[in-house]
């Protein structure tokens, strides 16, 4: 029979727990996504007459010129229609081909190269096409183009995280799988293995000083 005042104390502090990892991922996102939004991209200006302030100075855009600007900006700007960001779509096709890659090679050790916050610029392409279905007459398309993106994600994510995981038996990341994690994929793998080191630590600690070990 399972003592019901144990088992209770058990979940609430297993709950408790939950929601504290839950808040310290929580502020990790929120860390990172503000340096996804500091991060600097290339511009292209489309429209004159704006000025910006960059390096601590007033820059007056010129049409046709290419500036260097934190991502914020850039999409600040690129919302007024004064400039295009130059910066590779997180296509379709693309995506697919990377989760094509990824399938084939699922019992290897590799990884397909992300640049970036690889995941957030997903996740503003996703954005914009849910912000789409609620503007754009042809919402079937929308429609079906979300459901590429999603289905992709998935499966990209399933494959990728299978391998991040394997790489925690290994006592560093090799450089060339490193190169070619996203910066999302970094952090996640940072997160897991500090949890994990941290468990077997304390696992250690206890064999060593709590309880009393049992010989044969």
């Known amino acids: ?3 019901k005042g144990i088992s209770t104390k058990y979940c609430s ?11 310290v991922e929580e502020l990790v996102f929120q860390f990172m996504s503000r340096d996804f939004q500091e991060e600097s991209v290339k511009i292209e200006v489309i429209s004159d007459g704006l000025k910006i302030f960059l390096e ?5 855009l010129v ?8 991502r914020w900006m850039a999409s600040k700007l690129e919302s007024m229609n004064v400039c295009r960001v130059k910066e590779p779509d ?22 397909t190269k992300l640049n970036g916050y690889f995941y957030s610029r997903l996740k503003q392409v996703i954005s914009k096409l849910e912000e789409g279905l609620r503007t754009n007459p042809d919402w079937r398309t929308q429609t079906e183009a979300l459901k590429m993106y999603s289905e992709l994600y998935d499966a990209l994510t399933r494959e990728r995280i299978t391998k991040i995981i394997n790489l925690l038996n ?3 990341i090799p450089q060339d799988i490193s190169e070619k994690m996203s910066e999302e994929e970094k952090q996640l793998y940072l997160d897991l293995k500090t949890i994990l080191n941290l468990h077997l630590k304390n696992l250690r600690m206890r ?5 009393t070990v049992l010989k044969g």
């Open 1 to 3: 029979m399972v003592n």
């Open 13 to 23: 502090r297993a709950g408790s727990l939950t929601g504290l990892l839950e808040l």
């Open 56 to 60: 601590e100075s007033y820059v007056e």
């Open 63 to 70: 049409k046709g010129s290419e500036y260097t600007v934190p």
């Open 90 to 111: 997180v296509t379709v096709e693309r995506l697919s081909q990377i989760v094509y890659l990824e399938e084939t090679q699922a019992r290897k050790p590799q990884l």
């Open 170 to 172: 290994l006592m560093d």
């Open 207 to 211: 064999g060593k000083h709590g309880g």
